[in-house]
């Protein structure tokens, strides 16, 4: 947001015609500027300068200490989920405040929000959406406060990107419902206290229609949650089963039969997450173009002077600029009090890609150096051969390719959607390939 430039983005230059221009400024407003030196007061003043945060879900007990401490420190503070009402345990400040004390926040290199972005980033959004007043006290001030961890039951085995085609079940007993079977790729569910999750509640409806959302205490009898080994060594991820699991319909969130258009609140809120931004570790045009200036090739010249890699690294930096003027426009829109539109799932979809494309290139670039994983060895402390192992994923979470190419060819360029066979089919007729 800082900056001296103010650019006005003329549509009617790609032969649009609107009633004003589309402004894009950098500038903080002097209320924006006032409130960063704050905050940036505050920072220096209250900081952790040597806590090591980890991948979401992979933290260890010193890490989760950590974060916990932080995150109950920023809100008494008033700068944990700042543009929530107060009476929720937020800040009451605008979504503006939220974005400078992000980027305050990161300058100073403190990264410790993992085990809360889930719960904080999607669950709790969701419950405050969607559940009565004393489910929200109860959980959303205990959320912020970094006490009580959540986790998102969403994907399934034989579901893939489709969250529409979970079969884990829920039938009704008395003013019971009884949960049967299973999750995957839950990230934090080897520690969260609680969840969210989607279930079918009526298998007659079509796949859409079918769908319930509860919240679940994760210590409920027949819950049992196994960690999946990832291959970049990391275990944050789990398999969650689900055996004749018995909660209150008063779990509920949203309507009966109503759970995918209460999903969407959280995809939406998930989406925006991930989308990136061109600056992760590992995965940032600067950081492959420090390593090109340092690493030389087979003649003893840099390789930031070869061509076919300047060619690249050009390529790289106007994309993550495109990210950073999108970012911008969204940006943008909220200080003006608008809603953003389909950014979030254009820039998720150039940055993940971008950001897997640049941490292989920089691992070739090491040659049989590359190899070497030992952040103690590794040349950049191993942060290329990290984003490898880790970049990929970033490909499915939120939504994989596919599915933001179907959503900005659908809802932003208006092209008719795919054709689907299964539009109008009972979930319990679909073929499940058996």
Request: proline share 4%; with cysteine; net charge negative.
């Amino acid at each position: 947001m800082e900056g001296k430039a103010r650019v006005a983005h003329r549509t009617a230059q790609r032969g649009i015609k609107t009633e004003e221009d589309q402004i894009m400024d950098f500038n903080d407003s002097p209320e924006e500027a006032a409130y960063r030196a704050q905050v940036r007061a505050w920072l220096e003043e209250n900081a952790p300068r040597d806590a090591k945060g980890a991948s979401l879900g992979d933290e260890d007990e010193s890490q989760m200490d950590a974060a916990k401490a932080w995150q109950a420190k920023k809100a008494a503070a008033g700068y944990a989920q700042i543009r929530w009402p107060k009476e929720w345990g937020g800040g009451g400040g605008t979504t503006m405040q939220s974005v400078i004390f992000s980027q305050e926040e990161s300058r100073m290199g403190v990264n410790l929000g993992g085990p809360f972005a889930i719960g904080l980033g999607m669950c709790i959004p969701t419950v405050m959406a969607t559940a009565d007043d004393e489910t929200k006290k109860r959980f959303v001030g205990p959320a912020v406060r970094g006490e009580e961890i959540w986790c998102q039951l969403f994907s399934e085995p034989a579901g893939g990107s489709d969250v529409a085609a979970i079969r884990t079940r829920a039938v009704k007993d008395g003013d019971d419902w009884v949960i049967n079977g299973q999750k995957i790729w839950t990230s934090g569910a080897h520690y969260a206290q609680y969840g969210i999750i989607l279930v079918r509640t009526d298998p007659d409806a079509v796949k859409h229609k079918g769908l319930t959302m509860f919240w679940i205490d994760m210590k409920s009898p027949g819950i049992e949650c196994k960690t999946i080994h990832q291959m970049s060594g990391a275990r944050g991820f789990n398999e969650v089963f689900f055996t004749d699991v018995r909660i209150k319909d008063s779990q509920r969130l949203g309507a009966l039969h109503d759970g995918w258009n209460v999903s969407i609140i959280t995809l939406m809120n998930e989406r925006a997450s991930v989308s990136g931004g061109g600056g992760a570790v590992g995965g940032g045009v600067n950081n492959i173009l420090k390593a090109a200036q340092k690493v030389a090739g087979a003649d003893g010249t840099p390789l930031a002077q070869d061509a076919a890699l300047r060619e690249k690294m050009a390529d790289w930096y106007v994309m993550s600029e495109g990210l950073r003027f999108t970012g911008m426009r969204s940006l943008s829109a909220l200080s003006q009090g608008k809603t953003p539109g389909p950014e979030q799932s254009i820039s998720k979809l150039v940055y993940a890609s971008m950001a897997q494309d640049i941490a292989a290139t920089a691992v070739d670039l090491q040659d049989q150096f590359g190899m070497i994983r030992d952040e103690n060895v590794s040349a950049f402390h191993g942060a290329f051969q990290e984003a490898v192992l880790g970049s990929p994923g970033s490909r499915i979470a939120g939504g994989t390719d596919e599915i933001l190419r179907n959503i900005i060819a659908e809802r932003v360029l208006g092209l008719p959607g795919e054709i689907r066979v299964d539009k109008n089919v009972p979930f319990k007729d679909l073929p499940t390939g058996r």
